[in-house]
């Protein structure tokens, strides 16, 4: 079984960054691609960015694009999301997922 620990949410103004990282623990032998999603209030659970296993291919939401970076260590068993530029509708609970597997979230709040 693995789980996901994200971290690094917090309040941030507009304009500034964050990082986010997820590890894995457990059996992390059968891990590949893995994602981050969030979800705002009110609004269903959207793709955000995602990495394949060696994190040569990564693709982002149009809405991210040229603002946030996708990547791994996987030495480490984790995945970052760099988040610059933030804005105050990037405001939401930011989840990690790999395969079937979901963190509990962490969440990032913009102020204008």
């Known amino acids: 079984q693995v789980q996901l620990i994200e971290s690094g949410g917090g309040l941030v103004q507009n304009g500034g960054s964050l990082r986010l990282s997820c590890t894995a623990s457990?059996?992390?032998?059968?891990?590949?691609?893995m994602g981050w999603f969030r979800q705002a209030p009110g609004k269903e659970r959207e793709v955000v960015a995602q990495i394949n296993w060696s994190g040569r291919t990564t693709s982002y939401a149009d809405s991210v694009k040229g603002r946030f970076t996708i990547s791994r260590d996987n030495a480490k068993n984790t995945v970052l999301l760099q988040m610059n530029s933030l804005k105050p509708e990037d405001t939401a609970v930011y989840y990690c997922k790999s395969d079937t597997v979901w963190g509990r979230g962490t969440q990032v709040t913009v102020s204008s």
């Open positions: 457990g059996d992390t032998s059968g891990i590949y691609a």
